[in-house]
């Protein structure tokens, strides 16, 4: 197209500042098909003003959208804002020694959960105290996120936080110890080393927060498929469909005393609540709902933190590019438990290293469809009676 807006012979299609190439002219003559009679030349004038009155209405549209584009643009990105970075959040270890990135294979994100961080318990830019302090916490949860190249489907592993393994500099130790002696950067280089996978990005999740995130959405629907008893500081939960606000749901996914497996119980009770708060939040008209929308994007900045290596762009980016998953393309699952055990007077978690080796492969070269045609219907899986 040329500066006006004008179009090479090649392209074949229409300017909005040129005449139909069709036309014959400015004024129409020799538009006609050959052979029509001098009687159809008022047929072609009529079609040649609706062709150009559909791309002058086309452009006004495209205007208009436009202006509703800025106004989104700008709404995004004052949320986005509101999204607190977090620095130094990568391993500084030479490139060699870390695992090797496989080039067009998805993005792979370290999700980690805490428990408490501050007075309000907030990871967001109100926050009363920073992302990490050494020694001060363990992280609460782990996941490995890995969204699909083709954005279509993506996999949430939690890794047990009593899972034993080697934190680099420290020994051996429970996983999430790696965070309260080095923070994220310990954490990621933790889980590469266990997994063998090169985590992306990382995001910190408190799970305090997302009782306003909860709310927001007006509350999930949690099924428990048979009653659990209280059992110490644990309440009673009563089988049947329970639709909860956001402090109940905090009890629920904090909850491993009255569970009888415990954490690894209680990491399925989190990834239940994940799924339940996304289906909330695509089939209750929360996306199309202004107020609704609002809500829910106000509450994003007090519950994720991000490293400091996502921009604004890169975050609408990632969204956009993922606007057709649906809900049945997001899989949860443990990763491969290998049994209890008892080390240095701890009660420790062990993974299944043969099988979990297998599911590392398949993140790693983003294979998780054939991973999970094979092993979908494992206990590891999240399927629909959580405890």
Do not use: C
Request: charged letters at 25%; hydrophobic letters at 40%; proline letters at 3%.
């Amino acid at each position: 197209m040329d500066a006006r807006g004008g179009e090479d012979e090649a392209s074949g299609r229409l300017s909005l500042f040129e005449d139909d190439p069709t036309d014959g002219g400015p004024d129409g003559d020799g538009g006609g098909d050959e052979g029509e009679g001098a009687g159809s030349g008022g047929e072609v004038r009529r079609r040649r003003r609706a062709r150009r009155l559909l791309i002058w209405a086309s452009a006004v549209l495209l205007f208009l959208l436009g202006g509703g584009v800025t106004a989104v643009y700008w709404t995004a990105n004052h949320f986005a804002d509101s999204v607190e970075r977090i620095p130094n959040a990568f391993p500084t270890v030479a490139d060699s020694a870390q695992p090797k990135a496989v080039a067009n294979a998805g993005q792979t994100f370290l999700l980690i959960g805490l428990d408490a961080r501050s007075g309000t318990a907030t990871t967001g830019g109100s926050a009363k105290a920073p992302a990490w302090k050494e020694g001060a916490q363990r992280s609460d949860t782990m996941m490995l996120m890995h969204i699909a190249a083709d954005r279509k489907s993506v996999a949430v592993v939690s890794i047990a936080r009593d899972t034993w393994v080697d934190v680099p500099g420290h020994g051996k130790a429970k996983i999430n110890a790696a965070y309260s002696w080095g923070g994220p950067a310990l954490a990621v280089q933790t889980v590469q080393n266990v997994t063998g996978i090169r985590v992306d990005h990382l995001a910190v999740i408190d799970w305090n927060g997302f009782r306003a995130l909860t709310d927001a959405v007006g509350g999930v629907d949690i099924t428990i498929p048979q009653t659990i008893e209280a059992k110490d500081d644990a309440r009673q939960w009563d089988k049947g469909t329970h639709h909860m606000d956001g402090a109940e749901a905090l009890l629920y996914v904090r909850e491993r005393h009255g569970l009888p497996n415990g954490d690894l119980d209680r990491t399925k009770r989190q990834q239940n609540f994940l799924r339940a708060l996304m289906n909330q939040t695509m089939n209750s008209g929360t996306l199309g709902s202004p107020s609704r929308l609002t809500g829910l994007l106000q509450s994003v900045g007090d519950v994720v933190s991000v490293d400091d290596r996502l921009s604004n762009t890169d975050l609408y980016d990632l969204a956009w590019s993922m606007r057709g998953l649906r809900a049945d393309g997001v899989r949860f699952m443990n990763a491969p438990f290998g049994g209890f055990g008892d080390e240095q007077g701890q009660s420790v978690v062990y993974l299944d290293g043969r099988a979990a080796g297998l599911l590392w492969e398949a993140i790693r070269n983003d294979r998780m469809d054939e991973y999970l045609a094979q092993h979908g219907t494992s206990s590891d899986t999240l399927g629909e009676n959580v405890r």
